[in-house]
């Protein structure tokens, strides 16, 4: 058994790829037939538009019966084959559990669905109907915190639901053996949320398996290849606002016209298309994060410089206290301890009591401040805009010897301010020499790969025809 903290091992994909058949080729063709339809105006857009038309491309590409034509359930089936995968699962490991995900055709009483086919195939082939549940039928969070229950425990051992109802905040990891994608989610946070579900602490099996069914010359192959180029790169190249700012365009789950006959004739270009599609994303994404880098390089350069000015200033009105200072006699400082020995008392320094005159040492205005720190007291000597802060204790001789110390020893000031002066410099130099290293603009790429995508899509248009 894994510590609880580990994650479990995932020995890669097993993608269980569907042979074209002739049934969904048919009904392939009938989609092209439907958007050249629409593209020339043939039909009002409120009864059949392009989202509708990839809407039933991804239902068959899942089963044929949720487009009112014919499914086997033979070698051409994914509900076919999702059932030999979990049935030789379960009866390899007899305490795994397993996940079903399926956001088309969730359960509905008056019609077919997937979900439905799936429970009636696994008993059928053995699995107590007991040991398996829909999501969807927990409809309170009672009933879920249950069921989640029975679940991590082996009592359940087959659970089937969409993204959006099992994908956030489901943790059924426990036992979880194997996780199986029915169809393609568009986004790449939602594949995230799905096999969150397994690749997470917790799960006690040491290795755990995630199937892909894809049905060739169907809407999955194209789906598969975007989603899997969309979610690298946003591994990748986005954090925080940028992605807010850029993955909007990612999101969209309508093919054009091209692209569905494309997919209708089996189009090679349309892997190709997929690709350098996401290649471009991939370079924009660089492009703008280099930019914001640059950016915010030159706003720390400015801002350092500006801070490097401002200490120079202090470092020039410095040298001339020091000069005043040097004049400054032995008997002179324990003359000026002596008259402040007993002013800076806890009370005052507490801010409980207010000092009845201001006080001064040789030109430096003694200034507490409004708001104390409690733990580490201070007060600070100005003279000539220059504030020098001096750190204080409970004792009002002590508090004295540093006032007075402080500017006895005044070097060590200059000192300070030459070394904050030194280390800014540097600074400064690391940011322009970090800004030389992330000159690199993409825009070049960027307008070449975009070319090369006209190019793809000319191709397909014409091809199409």
């Known amino acids: 058994m894994l510590i609880p903290s580990d994650l479990p091992m995932l020995q890669g994909y097993t993608d269980v790829s569907i042979k074209k058949n002739q049934a969904l080729s048919n009904y392939m063709k009938e989609l092209a037939e439907r958007t050249e339809k629409i593209r020339t105006g043939m039909i009002d857009r409120k009864y059949d538009n ?16 949720l487009v009112g034509r014919k499914q086997n359930y033979d070698e051409h089936s994914k509900v076919f084959w999702c059932v030999e995968n979990v049935v030789a699962l379960y009866n390899q490991q007899p305490n795994a559990t397993q996940l079903i995900f399926c956001d088309y055709s969730t ?27 829909f999501i969807h039928s927990y409809q309170t969070e009672s009933r879920k915190v249950e069921l989640f229950r029975k679940f ?26 194997a996780v199986h994608h029915l169809d393609v989610p568009w986004r790449p946070a939602d594949m995230v949320q799905r096999e969150g579900r397994i690749i997470r602490r917790g799960n006690e099996n040491e290795t ?51 692209e569905v006959k494309a997919l209708a004739l089996s189009q090679p270009l349309m892997k190709q298309l997929a690709q350098k599609e996401n290649e471009l994303k991939t370079l924009k994404i660089l492009e703008i994060q280099a930019e914001e880098t640059r950016k915010r390089l030159a706003e720390e350069c400015d801002t350092l410089q500006s801070k490097m000015e401002q200490r120079q200033k202090q470092l020039d009105i410095a040298y001339r206290h020091q000069q005043s200072l040097k004049k400054k006699t032995n008997e002179q400082f324990l003359d000026a301890m002596r008259k402040i020995k007993d002013t800076f008392t806890e009370d005052v320094i507490g801010g409980n009591k207010m000092l009845s005159d201001p ?38 001789k002590g508090n004295a010897k540093r006032i007075v ?28 020499q970090l ?30 025809v």
Do not use: C, H
């Not at 995508?453 to 199409?464: C, N, P």
């Open 152 to 177: 991590n425990a082996g009592e359940m051992r087959i659970l089937i639901g969409s993204t959006f109802k099992l994908g956030i905040g489901a943790n059924v990891q426990r036992k979880l053996k």
């Open 50 to 65: 392009m989202l509708k038309v990839s809407t039933d491309g991804r239902k068959a590409a899942l089963d044929l019966s």
């Open 359 to 396: 006080v001064s040492i040789f030109g430096f205005s003694v200034i507490l401040p409004t708001s104390q720190d409690v733990k580490k007291p201070y007060l600070y000597l100005e003279k000539d805009t220059n504030r020098y802060v001096v750190l204080l204790d409970d004792s009002a």
């Open 405 to 432: 110390g402080k500017l006895k020893r005044f070097n060590k000031v200059i000192e300070e301010i030459v070394k904050e002066i030194e280390a800014t410099k540097q600074m400064i130099y690391n940011n322009q």
């Open 107 to 133: 359960p509905k009483a008056d019609q077919f669905n997937v979900y439905a086919e799936l429970k009636r195939r696994l008993v059928e082939k053995g699995i107590p109907e007991k040991e398996i549940a």
């Open 435 to 464: 800004l030389k290293q992330n000159n690199t603009s993409y825009q070049k790429e960027i307008a070449e790969l975009s070319d090369e995508i006209e190019e793809i899509r000319r191709k397909i248009d014409v091809e199409a």
């Open 208 to 258: 755990v398996r995630i199937y892909r069914y894809i049905a060739e010359g169907s809407f999955d192959s194209y789906s598969w290849q975007v989603l899997e180029t969309k979610q690298r790169f946003i591994s990748q190249f986005l954090s925080g606002s940028t992605y807010q700012r850029t993955a909007s365009d990612l999101e969209s789950d309508v093919l054009t016209y091209a």
